[in-house]
């Protein structure tokens, strides 16, 4: 069975339907490591090529499949090839054919994404949307907000994969739709649903290094309810975090132990009012070194909950209202026991209403609590953000529009307001040009307004201006993007030393005295012959410290991948390379991090109706390599497992 991933570039080679101007668009990616490529980059020509290209792959035109549906683009459900906001959908059916275990490595396959971790899969990771900070990004669970206060950004190494149904990633600038943070894109998790007959799932698996994980779930619906309930176990021996050069070294095995559930119940009590609640809960026990040669762990809390209510008030206005709490908890101990808890509060009510037919006006109230209650007791504060917002989404004939703008007033950083237009030109059915321009903001964390010795209460939030434009082309079988995008960001909050508000703390403190431009060309495509799928993607960017001129930490000015899957019968098997170049592990661009290129292999086998065999083999050449410095990453890594039924 043929399946629908992201976008690659270099299945445009063995494409006919291509022509000239698909050799072309090949000739420019192969050759981008000359000068003179660079120059073109910079000068805005892989846009024309890829339109060149594109237009070439609109004669053969077949509207072969359906396209996806996204929700997070526009807080409302959205064709996929009606979507202004450059985006990725990742399906249960591709995570199930990934064989991946973990969030983190699965996110690394997807384009504009790069990742950085202080060890194995259960230490503290970071992801980077379009060169933007971890905190620049926010994360959704069912459309409830998590993360921590006082770092910022999500706890990736605690949200457990298994819990997870779907995936949608939205790029680009969306504080006008969802407040401070969302200046790089947003990434909102769908845990399990419950559709169809009752079913049951479940997977066991072992793998290198101890790992051992197991989950089970059942599911269903019928007229008028539905549910889904899930849980998971899993726990590796792993290998030490740090490097001998590293402070703290500690030469043990850092393994870890993580046990999630999840659960939804939906109940229609009359036609166009549905009633639920959805749940997440995880704990993940990690190892990490201090130094000693006691075992150090933190303990960590992810959780979600939330409770709503859809109402159809009138034929053509819909009405969601969502209540939820959620709590990003750290402990640590034996020695140099830490704890930050955050805890946010949220409310939401949401009115959909159509005009003119096919046009959407939106309205959104909310309000945010944010709450810390930490060891270090100047950072047990709270603030509370109140937010209204209107949007509208225009689809007349080939020309479709969104208009938003929201005010976000903060008992902390005061009000802020952001705005977003964006227009698309459907040339054909299968091909879509896309231009927007959107503001965005990033709310300073607890650490850096109130840690001491470090943060200064005076600081303000971070503000970002994007503009982007992109080709899209998507008729079902092949795919084609190109986007380039510069988001400038300015009162960006850095480590200043000395600092300029405080100069008597002797290390610095977090000051708003920078800004960074975050430009970029990101490539896709993707295409199928039969059995064989094809994907890629490829980017090139510059994220750098506009006051410095240096590039941001832990950014590579290219990277991609490429990835081949083949399905026949009850055997489905593929490949992928993931690659980056060099990056540097500090702002001052003194310590470098090499660049690597990674061969996974995976595949599955179906051994019976619902029962699969299925394996991953990462690093497959056992490449030494870094994501931060004086941390180790895993070498080459082996896990079996067999499903029964469908993730």
């Known amino acids: 069975m043929l399946f629908r991933t992201s976008y690659p570039v270099q299945t445009l080679l063995f494409n006919p339907a291509c022509g000239e101007a698909g050799r072309l668009f090949l000739d420019w990616i192969f050759n981008m490591t000359s000068p003179a490529s660079r120059h073109a980059l910079a000068a805005g020509k892989p846009l024309a090529i890829a339109l060149c290209a594109a237009c070439s792959f609109s004669a053969h035109a077949q509207d072969t499949a359906l396209a996806p549906v996204v929700v997070t683009a526009a807080r409302t459900p959205q064709i996929a090839t009606e979507v202004l906001s450059d985006n990725i959908v990742i399906t249960a059916e591709e995570i199930a054919r990934s064989g991946h275990t973990n969030l983190v490595d699965l996110l690394q396959r997807r384009r504009s994404m790069e990742i950085s971790r202080n ?11 379009r060169g933007a900070e971890n905190r620049q990004n926010i994360v959704l669970i069912d459309g409830m907000r998590t993360g921590s206060a006082t770092s910022g950004g999500a706890n990736w190494a605690n949200i457990p994969l298994s819990q997870i149904d779907r995936i949608e990633i939205v790029y680009g600038p969306m504080s006008s739709l969802y407040g401070a943070d969302a200046v790089g894109g947003v990434v909102q998790i769908f845990t399990k649903q419950g559709e169809g007959a009752p079913a049951a799932t479940a997977a066991v698996g072992v793998g290198s290094r101890g790992k051992r994980t197991l989950e089970a779930g059942v599911s269903g619906s019928d007229a008028r309810i539905s549910y889904a309930i899930s849980a998971s176990h899993e726990r590796a021996d792993g290998f030490s975090s740090t490097r001998p050069s590293a402070f703290g070294f500690n030469p043990d095995d850092d393994g870890y132990e993580r046990t999630g559930t999840s659960g939804r119940l939906g109940v229609e009590y009359a036609k166009g009012l549905e009633i639920g609640v959805n749940f997440l809960y995880s704990r993940l026990d990690a190892d990490y070194d201090n130094g000693l040669a006691a075992d150090d762990h933190t303990l960590q809390h992810l959780n979600s909950y939330s409770v709503y209510a859809k109402n159809k008030f009138a034929p053509n206005w819909n009405s969601q209202v969502q ?14 026991p830490s704890r930050f808890n955050t805890q946010q509060r949220y409310l939401s009510w949401q009115n959909d209403v159509s005009v003119r037919g096919a046009d959407l006006l939106q309205l959104v109230l909310e309000r945010r609590e944010e709450e810390v209650d930490s060891t270090t007791s100047a950072l047990n504060q709270e603030r509370t953000t109140n937010a209204v917002a209107v949007a509208y989404q225009l689809k007349q004939g080939a020309h479709l529009a969104n208009l938003s703008l929201r005010n976000d007033d903060s008992s902390q950083y005061g009000s802020r307001t952001t705005g977003s237009i964006a227009y698309g030109y459907r040339f054909t059915k299968a091909l879509r040009a896309n231009a927007s321009f959107g503001t965005s903001f990033r709310a300073p964390t607890f650490n850096e307004l109130y840690f001491p010795n470090f943060g200064f209460p005076g600081n303000r939030p971070e503000k970002g201006k994007n503009a982007e434009t992109g080709l899209y082309y998507d008729n079902g079988k092949s795919r084609l993007s190109a986007v380039y995008y510069r988001n400038r960001i300015t009162d960006l909050i850095v480590a200043a030393n000395p600092c300029p508000g405080n100069p008597e703390f002797g290390f610095g403190c977090a000051f708003n005295v920078n800004k960074a431009v975050l430009t970029g060309v990101t490539l896709g495509a993707g295409t199928t012959f039969g059995n064989l799928a094809l994907n890629a993607s490829l980017d090139f960017q510059d994220p750098h410290d506009e006051t410095t001129g240096r590039r941001v930490a832990r950014r590579a000015k290219r990277h991609g991948t490429l990835a081949a899957e083949y399905g026949v019968g009850a055997v489905h098997a593929g490949a992928e390379l993931i690659f980056s170049g060099d990056r540097f592990d500090d ?22 109706p619902n029962w699969s065999l299925f394996g991953r083999w990462d690093n497959v050449l056992d490449k030494e390599y870094a994501l931060a410095r004086n941390y180790n990453t895993a070498g080459s890594t082996l896990f079996v497992g067999v499903r029964y039924g469908m993730r």
């Open 119 to 129: 060890g194995g899969p259960g230490s503290n990771a970071s992801l980077f949307i």
């Open 323 to 336: 209540i939820g709490l959620s709590n990003d908890k750290s402990h640590t101990f034996p020695t140099s």
């Open 587 to 608: 702002a001052g661009n003194r310590n470098r991090l090499g660049g690597y290129g990674l061969l996974n292999l995976f595949a599955s086998y179906e051994l019976a």
